[in-house]
């Protein structure tokens, strides 16, 4: 099976060291080019860069999103007094109350709810537990990443065997267009020996030179011989690719331009209603086609 990505996906891991754990979630959408967005906690900014280098081995295009939660499950914070500020606190209502009675003595213990007073005891980060914690991260981060290509790699393989039947339909309305009797090389002789009689038969002192000048344009206009071979010059190469697989989005996206513009040739150069209708289908299936196409890496 040919190994084609879609852009679209999901993945997500989960791991833990000591009193931390975590979560990574990656998700991808279509985008013309490989743009990331990374979303860490307060503290992990670090972590960016390595993330972003990860991506882009494993990624060429799409807009993907990560997103690190983190949890710290350790024992109850520890909780000391502000000894200076509550000092600082005591002294201070001394001063301002000194010779009254109005407030009764003074309690240390009214301070304590005194934003300040009472704070956590932070303990020491140890850098060699946080530097094993962060390495454990980016090794979960790339579970997730794998998981986020398996996805895709579905969504491609799905997307692929659509566009395969298209291409068929595609190829289909070409011999159709090919197999109409106006396309036909008689036809076309019969249409030019016509109009050519027209011609001489409105001017007929036309010199020979200007007589063949206005034969090839009369050619050109009704032949569609040459935009037919090119579409089907164009779908043989489409599918090509999908049988060689890889990064083929681009490609794939620059045979869409070509394929319309053969259409759109085609279609003004028919002469009749059932070639007109012909062109119109292949349009739309082209456009159906493009539309799938811009789902693929």
């Known amino acids: 099976m040919p190994k084609i990505f879609s852009m679209t996906g999901f993945g997500r891991s989960a791991g833990s060291f000591g009193k931390f754990s975590w979560n990574w979630e990656t998700k991808s959408v279509n985008g013309k080019g490989l743009d990331i967005k990374c979303r860490l906690p307060h503290g992990l900014e670090d972590l960016d860069l390595k993330a972003r280098k990860l991506v882009g081995q494993k990624f060429s295009r799409g807009n993907i999103n990560l997103t690190l939660s983190i949890k710290e499950n350790g024992n109850q914070p520890s ?36 934003k300040g007073v009472i704070e956590p005891v932070e303990e020491e980060p140890d850098i060699d537990v946080i530097q094993e914690r962060d390495d454990l991260i980016i090794a979960d981060l790339e579970k997730a990443l794998s998981e986020l290509s398996s996805a895709r790699k579905v969504e491609g393989t799905n997307i692929s065997q659509t566009l395969e039947l298209q291409l068929a339909e595609i190829q289909a309305l070409i011999e159709r267009a090919d197999s109409n009797s106006e396309s036909q090389p008689q036809a076309i002789r019969e249409r030019l020996k016509q109009q050519m009689e027209i011609l001489l038969d409105v001017t007929p002192a036309l010199p020979e030179e200007r007589i063949t000048q206005e034969a090839v344009m009369l050619m050109i206009k009704v032949d569609v011989r040459e935009e037919l071979d090119r579409l ?12 060689d697989g890889a990064v083929i989005g681009r490609k794939l996206d620059f045979l869409c331009q070509e394929l319309n513009r053969e259409v759109n040739t085609l279609c003004s150069k028919a002469n009749n209603i059932e070639l007109s209708n012909i062109g119109l ?10 539309e799938q196409v811009q789902n693929i890496e």
């Open 281 to 290: 289908d292949l349009k739309a299936l082209i456009e159906q086609f493009r």
């Open 232 to 243: 089907r010059a164009h779908t043989s190469t489409a599918r090509t690719l999908l049988i």
């Open 79 to 114: 909780y000391r007094v502000n000894r200076e500020l509550l000092d600082e606190l005591i002294k201070t209502a001394r001063e301002m109350f000194e010779g009254t009675d109005s407030f009764g003595p003074l309690r240390p213990d009214s301070f304590l709810a005194v």
